[in-house]
């Protein structure tokens, strides 16, 4: 009988880095990659480009200073030479590598300076007499400090010491045609010669099959247990009442899409009932979100209770704050503004009347969210652009929607709607947001024409400027975005800066203005204020308009390096035009050579204007990862299952979490807790 193995203090930090907390984690910590260490390459058959292990004698080895330290040595096979290069190494690898040493060496083999040569490779001292290893050599992820040996021991003793029982009951795994849970770990962290090693490396093993489709049958069970546990909770009820909003429906200068009608009955609906909603309301740029936002906030306004909207951007609240002003001034409810640039005592007061319950309707950034704000009686928040927002808001923002919604009403908390822009393809909707419940606006406002995109090289720059000119002289309005430049906020407003100086110098008989992201905000919202007035003709821009803003009368925008930028946003600022009648134009400059991706992303942009396709082909070229934003860090991401790769295993796991909830409730709980107990605090933020 094997006995678990005494982990010392250290090294338990460690593994608790990797996520390793408890013994039966070790299982589950599977390998990143194969190496094949049961074959020996003669140094005469190797191909470049090929990963192989080798053998020789070492017969050079010096360091070099060029103008970096670096360990060059020479192994010897036959006739035939082959280079090891270390840019990072220790004196005991220079004592490994002695001439003289007879030496096995795994790596990359390529053509280098001096011929042959392997960069890095994984290196150790032989006898004629060491043996080849018998099966695949599993490649652990870990964090410095801790070895590839160690892990391995550690998970050897793992697997003899438990011996974990299968959770999925015998007849799914039947009809799925799946391994056994721990014959398939057992595989993956001691592999058989006979396996083929692509099956392993691609995870299209049967065995890699069953761990994905446990981890997708978890995240199913732990979504549906959060949708759920939602209805346990309580919000106030909040039905229509019709006074208010209905008054706005009268006073606005359109009616309604047949979509917008659809998605405000659903959130109306969910208003009304005792528990807290937590809806998604999606539409493309220019679907018309802010008008069901704020017909959803007069219901509760209706009710006696106050609402909170959150935008990401200074720009885009400002915004939303003037129109909601505009729309319910007339209705007697007078909003009021919070952001973190007013001055302390404006701040004060706006936080008064919030906390006295004075106002219904707080706008704002962040700020709405911070500690010292706190509701009389909030019953509903709204977040635009949610995927805009860090995890560190969201984490306030749901800290804050855990307080009672009033003083006397303990257990209850307010309504959440979000809305974002960026529609979700169906295999996110399926896996990372299948706890939410989401109402989609599928349709735009009548009248508008659709833009028109041109790729257009910046060798032409000047005629874009022309182009430009012409435009404005006819009464149009034009957007000049400048580029994104990496991990620069400097050198991008100093370019916003100087972009803005040319093209006042080009154009001294048109009226220009700037707005960037470090901006003074009140100058800000002068300048778009006036854009959006008609006063200024020309708005050069950082990317901080890519959100919300909506200057119908706007029917040009450039944008410059477009090939620097990502699929969502290039799509969100092609959305600022085309917001009126007019014929909208969209000029993405790009600088040459593009990279595969850029080019990849140019095309996309070019040939499709529906968001969701967009969306669609931004999943397949990013992963979900980046489209998942603020979500990403929030929500436990899939370790091995790919859910665009393995969208059969995403089906099976949603039928099966269904039947594991109603019919075999232990199975379940063994599910999340394998899977998910360390990840439960981060889980739905
Ligand atoms: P988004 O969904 O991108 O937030 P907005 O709410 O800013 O879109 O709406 C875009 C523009 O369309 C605004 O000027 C808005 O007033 C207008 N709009 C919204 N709904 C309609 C409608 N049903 N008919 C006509 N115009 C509409
Ligand atoms: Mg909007």
Known sequence: MTTPLKISAATLTKLAKLGIRHRADLLLHLPLRYEDETELVSLADVEPG??????????????????????????????????????????????????GRQVRAIGEARIGYFGLEMVHPKCRAVSDKTQLATSLTPVYPTTAGLSQLTL?????????????????????????????FFDSIRLLHNPTTDIAACTLADKSHAAWRRIKFDELLAQQLSMRVHHKERSRRIAPALPPQGHYTDSLLKILPFSLTKAQQKVYAEISADLARPH???????????????????????????????????????????????????????????????????????????????????????????????????????????????????????????????????????????????????????????????DLDVSVIDELPPGRTPVITKLVSDTRREEVFERVRAACMTGAQAYWVCPLIDESEVLQLQNAQETFELLTDTFPDLRVGLVHGKMESAEKVRTMSAFKAGELQLLVATTVIEVGV???????????????????????????????????????????????????????????????????????????????????????????????????????AREVADELLSDYPDAARTYLHRWMANKHDYLHV
């Open 276 to 434: 807290p909603m937590q809806r998604l309301l999606l539409g493309d740029v220019g679907s018309g979100k802010t008008i069901v936002a704020a017909l959803a906030a007069l219901q509760a306004i209706e009710n006696g209770y106050q609402v909170a909207l959150m935008a990401p951007t200074e720009i885009l609240a400002e915004q939303h704050y003037l129109k909601l002003t505009e729309w319910l001034s007339p209705l007697g409810i007078v909003p009021v503004w919070l952001s973190g640039s007013l001055k302390k005592k404006d701040k004060r007061v706006a936080a008064e009347l919030i906390a006295s319950g004075e106002t219904w309707l707080a706008i704002g950034t962040h700020a709405l969210f911070q500690e010292q704000i706190t509701f009389h009686k909030l019953g509903l928040a709204i977040v635009d652009e949610q995927h805009k927002f860090g995890v560190q808001q969201r984490l306030a923002l749901h800290a804050k929607g855990k307080q009672p919604v009033a003083p006397d009403e303990k257990s209850s908390e307010p309504h959440q709607l979000m809305m974002s822009a960026t529609p979700i393809p169906r295999t996110l909707a399926m896996s990372y947001y299948a």
């Open 152 to 180: 391995k021991k550690l998970i050897a003793n793992a697997l003899e010491v438990l011996n974990p029982a299968d959770p999925l009951p015998e007849k799914f795994r039947h009809n799925l045609n799946l391994p056994g």
């Open 550 to 652: 909506d200057v119908p009368n706007a029917s040009l925008m450039v944008i410059d390096h477009a090939e620097r930028m990502g699929l969502a946003q290039l799509h969100q600022l092609r959305g600022r035009v085309g917001r009126g009648s007019a014929q909208s134009l969209c000029i993405l400059l790009y600088h040459k050579p593009l990279s595969e991706l850029a080019r990849t992303r140019l095309k996309v942009i070019f040939e499709n204007t529906d968001g969701f396709v967009i969306a669609q082909q931004d999943l397949q070229l990013r992963g979900p990862g980046e489209l998942l934003g603020a979500r990403q860090s929030g929500v436990a991401m899939l370790r091995f299952a790919d859910i665009e790769a393995d969208e059969d295993l995403l089906e099976h």
């Open 50 to 99: 090929e990963t192989v292990q080798v053998q020789g004698v070492i017969t050079h080895n010096e360091v070099l200073y060029k103008p970096r330290k670096i360990l060059v040595c020479r192994l010897q096979d036959k006739e035939d030479e082959l280079y090891l290069r270390f840019l990072n190494f220790y004196p005991s690898q220079i004592k490994l590598l002695a001439v």
